[in-house]
């Protein structure tokens, strides 16, 4: 049987990220702060409504029961020559669409309007609602890009966002984290991260894995699934699927002496444990 529970199926992605792309540009949020000022200026106090400002980049779309949920990195509100990110700059919205590609809300759903950049959002659905997770660039004084951090909401099938603070996916690294894929057994999420720990003159790379539940609470700690010696890497577009009780998670690498570069992959239980001693090869070149 194939691995036909996805959270985020390709095939469903190239068709409909180009709907949820020509949905959002159309759209934009309210503007309620200075309405005063609109009203003065434009005769209305009534929202204005129009094609959304800024930069809209990194989309994703994810089925859920017959409708589906597109998400973005939304730069509408960036500040311009916010060059020490310590203003909005990249935010996360959403909006559902129905199965004829017609857009279900009249305003995007606001995920994320942190300080700084929120990018690369993701959706899964686990049968009752999705989980957006996505990269969160949290300014510092020593350096304003760090550290990097992964945040998450759920969001129902009527467009509620469920969480009223973004869950903090993984709240202690002790290294550089990579946000990888979120995939789901039909009840529970599993969030995959790489994280580079550096420790004197060794540096290691592990893929770790966090499960949370339907009420988006952690599952126990972290759980390190793989820490290659060598030649593995773990970009983004690395991607998951759940079928017969196995999670497949594939992803690029370097299988071998042999092979300069491959899609290789790996399975792991419901709980994470390995099904694969080391990664298999896909396809790769010699």
């Known amino acids: ?53 800024g930069v809209q980049e990194y989309a994703d779309v994810e089925r859920g029961g017959d409708i589906f949920l597109a998400v973005w990195s939304d730069r509408r509100t960036e500040v311009p020559s916010n060059g020490d990110g310590y203003a909005t700059e990249g935010d996360v919205y959403a909006v559902r669409l129905d199965a004829s590609g017609n857009v279900l809300d009249e305003f995007p759903i606001v995920l994320s309007h942190d300080v700084a950049d929120q990018e690369t959002p993701r959706a899964c659905w686990n049968g009752e609602n999705w989980l957006v997770t996505w990269v969160s660039r949290t300014p510092i ?77 952690h599952l126990g700690a972290p759980v390190t699934m793989f820490s290659p010696s060598c030649c593995y890497f773990f970009p983004l577009g690395t991607d998951v699927a759940f079928a017969q009780g196995q999670y497949l998670l594939v992803f690029e690498g370097i299988p071998n002496g042999m092979v300069n570069d491959a899609i290789v992959g790996m399975r792991f239980t419901q709980s994470l444990q390995e099904l694969d001693d080391h990664p298999f090869m896909i396809v790769g070149t010699s």
């Open 1 to 53: 049987m194939p691995y036909a529970q996805r959270c985020g199926v390709r095939a469903l992605r190239l068709s409909f990220v180009c709907v949820a792309l020509v949905a959002l540009l159309a759209l934009a949020v309210p503007m309620t702060a200075g309405a005063q000022l609109f009203e003065s200026a434009v005769g209305t106090s009534e929202p204005l409504v129009g094609p959304a400002a």
């Open 141 to 217: 004084l020593v350096h304003p890009w760090t550290p990097v951090g992964l945040q998450a909401v759920r969001v129902s099938p009527e467009g509620v966002v469920l969480d009223e603070t973004p869950i903090n996916v993984f709240p202690s690294p002790a290294g550089s984290v990579k946000y990888l894929a979120t995939g789901s057994d039909g009840t529970d999420w599993v969030v995959f991260i790489s994280e580079t720990v550096q420790s004197g003159m060794n540096t290691r790379t592990y893929l770790r894995g966090i499960r949370f539940s339907p009420a988006g609470n």
